[in-house]
């Protein structure tokens, strides 16, 4: 259980359901990249938030506080039944940081066991929402299934929630008006992920809501990019962060702090690579930032890598001077693209 803090504001992180902070308003769901569709489902248990609900008066009293609680699973249920780590758009770091940005004042980690996925649809909400969340409200999205085997839907949880007189919003799918001529897709965390494995950085952003970030420490590299005059920081990632489509970016960089202040932090341009670096035989995957106009030391920090444009893909090129050129080339076009965005 943790109480992260930042710039004031914190979110009360639990990694089971004792000691929680009580009542609640609940968001359920998997919430991996907190996009725009989310931000829907999470809006109606904010504190001011629309209240969409359709049932009777919640239980507490109107004048006792609850709390606006997010509650999702761990592991990812998919990595639960299949028995393979899942790479996430938002590991937890990152999740916590966004909820924390929307006001959301508790997330809770259920453990999702063979005992949680055995639970019925009625056993969930009598035992998990209602005994141990002492839930006011519930906000679900319309795609939402719970219980053994997923039996339970959104329309089953307002019902046997009604039960309890605890109502539940049930928010409509976002769509998005894709550029093709079809009708509008839902937004959802599967189509960013195809997105950003496709390169397509821009649509993975619009429906993010934000730019798709990569977050890590720069660690000690091979140091060949200062030998042609573009030093680089390697990015050490979290293990269970998905790496998007290989090739070379236009990104706005910000040095994260251990002890932020109010003033939004600085952020550089560069332009960043990922892949395996088949021009000098590189054998694993690797992230790397140029930053423009930067020469102080960056080992040891934390960097937030904006991804704002794909460039190219990743490719071997015959030697370093045309390696050289080409990333000459990258780097006039990664700062007309970001001066225009600026």
Not at 98 to 121: C, I, N, T, Y
Not at 125 to 152: A, M, T, Y
Not at 180 to 206: F, Y
């Amino acid at each position: 259980m943790l109480n992260l803090s930042q710039n004031g504001c914190s979110v009360w992180v639990a990694s089971s359901t004792k000691g929680l902070l009580t009542p609640t308003a609940v968001a359920l769901g998997k919430f991996d990249g907190v996009h725009l569709g989310h931000h829907r489902v999470i809006q109606p248990v904010l504190h001011g938030g629309n209240q969409l609900s359709v049932g009777a008066s919640p239980q507490s009293n109107e004048n006792e506080h609850t709390y606006s609680t997010v509650v999702t699973f761990h592991p990812h249920p998919q990595e639960f039944f299949t028995g393979q780590p899942r790479a996430l758009l938002t590991p937890l770091d990152e999740k916590i940081e966004q909820l924390r940005s929307l006001g959301v004042e508790q997330l809770v980690l259920l453990p999702f066991d063979k005992e949680l996925s055995a639970l019925s649809p009625e056993d969930f909400v009598e035992k998990i929402l209602v005994q141990r969340l002492q839930c006011q409200r519930v906000s679900v999205g319309q795609d939402f299934c719970f219980g053994k085997q997923r039996r339970g839907t959104a329309k089953d949880l307002q019902l046997l929630a009604a039960n309890y007189q605890i109502p539940v919003t049930i928010v409509p799918l976002q769509t998005y008006a894709d550029n093709a001529p079809v009708k509008d897709i839902p937004i959802s965390t599967s189509l960013i992920r195809h997105s950003l494995e496709s390169g397509d950085i821009k649509n993975a952003n619009l429906l993010l809501g934000r730019p798709y970030t990569l977050v890590g420490v720069v660690v000690q590299g091979q140091q060949l990019g200062r030998t042609i005059g573009f030093p680089t920081a390697n990015l050490q990632l979290p293990n269970d962060k998905f790496v998007p489509h290989k090739g070379v970016y236009a990104v706005r960089v910000s040095i994260v702090s251990e002890t932020p202040d109010v003033h939004a932090p600085i952020q550089i341009l560069g332009v960043m690579n990922i892949g395996d670096r088949p021009t000098v035989n590189g054998t694993c995957l690797s992230v790397e930032v140029h930053l423009f106009d930067w020469a102080n030391d960056l080992y040891g920090k934390k960097l937030a890598v904006q991804l704002i444009e794909f460039l190219r893909s990743e490719q071997k090129f015959p030697d370093l001077e045309a390696l050289k050129t080409q990333i000459q080339l990258d780097c006039t076009i990664a700062r007309e693209i970001l001066s225009a965005g600026c």
